[in-house]
């Protein structure tokens, strides 16, 4: 494997805040009280690391309900020895965690939510070498209701082309929350779309037996995403961990108490940290809206934000309200009721878990710029933040191709219709005529200013003006003429379809759009393993990683 660098800020759409927390730490440091940790670290990194753990460790955790649950739930879901290892020592006092999560995708979604599990598990790999016992935790956004987020995930198909799977939901589940979404007969209509679009290889009964066992009708969309991360995850040490728990929403009772008793004081300590990060120049990631509670109620299978409004708190479409002191009464009764929203979730995680650093992708980490106040209004320490992992999968033919046009990665950002005119140009050496023209008309035409200057001064106007009406009737030529030649010419347009499907699909990066099982299908599981378990993390740059088909095998089982 060969990982080529490249900086964050030549990707397009990241967030100003997360390019400044990479590249220029103390102009932002302020707004990251728990300050940041990149992969690869220093030595000296690891003796801070190691008086924070000790801090961390420090702290009142109910552990012992905590990984009882942990077990029980990592038993159900498939995981094996190496994560109930993991699950022992978390309850240990002086174990601390590395956390990240992500929501329970179709056939675990994107590529990035691998990164992210792949990244803790590395953090916690070098942090345990630095003499710290800590162990990696991926926590599922079980009760996250953006169901078309969640239900769709896209891949390169087997001839190419780019195929969108969705799971369809009805009208009565739109709004339900991700664990209350039970598949039925409609997901094995997806399952097998899904492996008719993968390539056939030595490993794709392996991947459809997988998909066959774990995306099944009679299981929730959250249990069969857990189910196959167990499974992708396996001797890695992973702990999965799902927040909708009754024991688990008890473990959180006191934190959500306190964010409803102090909940007019957060929401202006949010809004007036939002307000501090635009005086800065930069653009907030949560918007807070005045009267937040910072809770979702939960009723008939939906999520409800609360909101206060006339002494009392209300559901935002209406509905049953509670006074201050009825709304505690009922978390402590049923907090299953009830979840944190966006700001709160970060806060209630760390509650819980005996977080040291926290894994997350360029908005994640912009966001928490904005939770320090709500931290240090909880009483809880902000936890170390590192990026996840960002990478580009290329493999030896969209490899071949790159050389062959001199393109880069960035390039590919433009779409197809642009590389389509870029692969033209630069094998088209009739183009070339075009220049020539363009450069003899507008040779021929700069002749005539001597002349004009003498004649009248004023005459060099127009002449500038010829000039770019001819240049632009030779450009409007070159474009029709390359348009024909395209409509002729479907190898290239094949090739460029393929390269940005490949490598930058719908124009954004790889491992936002695309599906694990594209690469698992073509390489097996042990691609998979030598990128998480061989390759040296560096969190500081987004890598291109060119690969080969030599030496790739090995079944989906274990990632």
């Keep these: 494997m060969r990982v080529e660098p490249l900086a964050f800020a030549r990707i397009p759409g990241l967030p100003s805040l997360f390019l400044d927390f990479l590249t220029d730490f103390q102009k932002v440091a302020d707004f990251y009280r728990g300050g940041r940790l990149l992969l690869p670290f220093s030595e000296s990194e690891g003796e801070a690391l190691r008086e924070r753990a000790r801090q ?3 702290r ?38 590395i956390v990240t999560g992500q929501q329970a995708g179709l056939f675990t979604g994107p590529l990035f939510t691998l990164y992210k599990a792949w990244t803790a598990i590395a953090v916690a790999r070098r942090v345990r070498a630095c003499g710290i016992q800590a162990v990696p935790i991926f926590w599922i956004h079980s009760e996250d209701h953006d169901l078309a987020e969640v239900t769709g995930c896209g891949l390169l198909g087997r001839d190419g082309e780019w195929v969108e799977l969705r799971y369809p939901t009805s009208a009565e589940e739109e709004g339900k929350p991700a664990n209350a979404l039970l598949l039925d007969e409609r997901i094995e209509a997806v ?42 995850h396996a001797e890695t040490g992973l702990i999965l961990l799902d927040p909708s728990d009754e024991r688990i929403k ?34 907030p990631q949560i918007h807070p809206k005045r009267g937040s509670a910072f809770l979702f109620l939960l009723e008939e299978d939906r999520r409800r934000p609360l909101l206060w409004e006339d002494g009392r708190f209300v559901r935002r479409d209406g509905g049953s309200g509670f ?28 509650a819980l878990l005996p977080t040291l650093v926290y894994v997350g992708g360029p908005s994640e980490i912009a966001y928490f710029a ?20 960002s990478l580009t999968l290329v493999e ?17 950002f433009a779409g197809v219709a642009a590389i389509r005119q870029r692969l033209l140009e630069r094998t088209l050496d009739d183009v ?9 008309v507008a040779d021929a035409v700069e002749k005539l200013r001597p002349l004009l200057r003498d004649a009248e001064p004023t005459l060099e106007r127009p002449l500038e003006r010829t000039k770019e009406t001819m240049r632009r009737q030779i450009e409007t030529l070159r474009q029709h003429y390359l348009q024909a030649r395209a409509r002729r010419d479907e190898v290239l347009s094949r090739q460029a379809q393929r390269l940005v499907l490949a490598l930058a699909p719908q124009g954004m990066l790889q491992e936002r759009a695309m599906n694990a099982f594209s690469f698992l299908a073509r390489y097996g599981a042990r691609l998979f393993r030598a990128i998480r378990d061989e390759l040296e993390p560096d969190t500081r740059a987004h890598g291109v990683l060119f690969f080969s088909h030599s030496g790739e095998a090995g079944g989906p089982g274990a990632a």
């Design 60 to 97: 009142a955790f109910e552990r012992t309900t905590l990984c009882r649950v942990l077990r029980e739930q990592n038993a159900r879901w498939g995981s094996d020895d190496a994560t109930f290892a993991a699950i022992r020592e978390l309850a240990e006092p002086e174990t601390v965690a």
């Design 323 to 350: 006074s201050a002191e009825e709304l505690l009464e009922e978390l402590a009764e049923t907090p299953t009721r009830f979840s944190p929203n966006v700001a709160l979730r970060p806060i209630v995680q760390d």
């Design 370 to 389: 904005q939770l320090g106040p709500l931290y240090a209004a909880l009483d809880l320490p902000q936890p170390q933040l590192c990026p996840r992992l």
């Design 56 to 58: 961390v460790a420090a």
């Design 396 to 412: 030896p033919r969209p490899a071949e191709l790159l050389a062959r046009y001199g393109l880069a990665l960035t390039d590919l």
């Design 250 to 283: 008890r473990l959180m009772v006191p934190v959500l108490s306190r964010a409803v008793l102090e909940w007019s004081h957060l929401s202006e300590a949010l809004r007036a940290e939002s307000a501090r990060l635009r005086a800065r120049g930069y653009r």
């Design 191 to 232: 399952r097998e779309a899904l492996l008719r679009a993968l390539p056939c290889s030595e490993f794709l009964p392996e991947i459809a037996a997988l998909l066959r066992e774990t995306y099944a009708p009679g299981v929730s969309l959250v249990e069969a995403f857990a189910r196959t991360m167990a499974r992708l």
């Design 432 to 440: 070339r005529l075009f220049e020539d023209a363009h450069r003899a």
